[in-house]
């Protein structure tokens, strides 16, 4: 392996993990009291990234997928899908889902985990109350 496919896959593997984490952080971070504000951050960014960014980039526009593609061309990956998650499914997996459920389910679990944040650090007081 030459010295520049050596960085590209070091790159590879970097923004596997880092992309990975920040979905799991967004999908799941409402849970712990001390990272909501952080996550409610992370999850406007990433819906700010979709939106706004797409509108010159297409609906969805992810920049770390963007790089990551770049890297994956340099190793001479060909077809990749628009969306990381199909990526990352696939990768993981094998399975090659229909876009639209993949776009469906990312959109779903990431406005879910909103609301989650938004329940549970603004409008707590609007849920019933536990007993203890």
Same mark, same amino acid.
């Given at each position: 392996?030459?010295?520049?496919?050596?960085?590209?896959?070091?790159?590879?593997?970097?923004?596997?993990?880092?992309?990975?984490?920040?979905?799991?952080?967004?999908?799941?971070? @409402?849970? +712990? $009291?001390? !990272? #909501?504000?952080?996550?409610?951050?992370? =999850?406007?960014?990433?819906?700010? %990234?979709?939106?706004?960014?797409?509108?010159?980039?297409?609906?969805?526009?992810?920049?770390?997928?963007? @790089?990551? +593609? $770049?890297? !994956? #061309?340099?190793?001479?990956?060909?077809? =990749?899908?628009?969306?990381?998650? %199909?990526?990352?499914?696939?990768?993981?997996?094998?399975?090659?889902?229909?876009?639209?459920?993949?776009?469906?389910?990312?959109?779903?679990?990431?406005?879910?985990?909103?609301?989650?944040?938004?329940?549970?650090?603004?409008?707590?007081?609007?849920?019933?109350?536990?007993?203890?």
């Amino acid at each position: 392996m030459n010295p520049p496919d050596f960085w590209f896959s070091v790159a590879d593997i970097a923004l596997t993990l880092f992309h990975t984490l920040l979905i799991l952080f967004n999908l799941l971070g @409402w849970i +712990w $009291q001390g !990272l #909501r504000k952080w996550h409610l951050v992370s =999850l406007l960014l990433t819906f700010a %990234s979709w939106v706004v960014l797409g509108i010159w980039y297409g609906w969805g526009y992810c920049p770390f997928t963007d @790089w990551h +593609w $770049q890297v !994956l #061309r340099q190793l001479g990956h060909t077809h =990749l899908p628009a969306s990381y998650i %199909s990526f990352l499914i696939t990768r993981l997996s094998g399975l090659q889902l229909p876009a639209q459920w993949v776009d469906a389910i990312t959109l779903a679990g990431a406005t879910g985990a909103l609301l989650a944040n938004l329940l549970l650090q603004y409008f707590r007081k609007y849920l019933p109350a536990r007993k203890k």
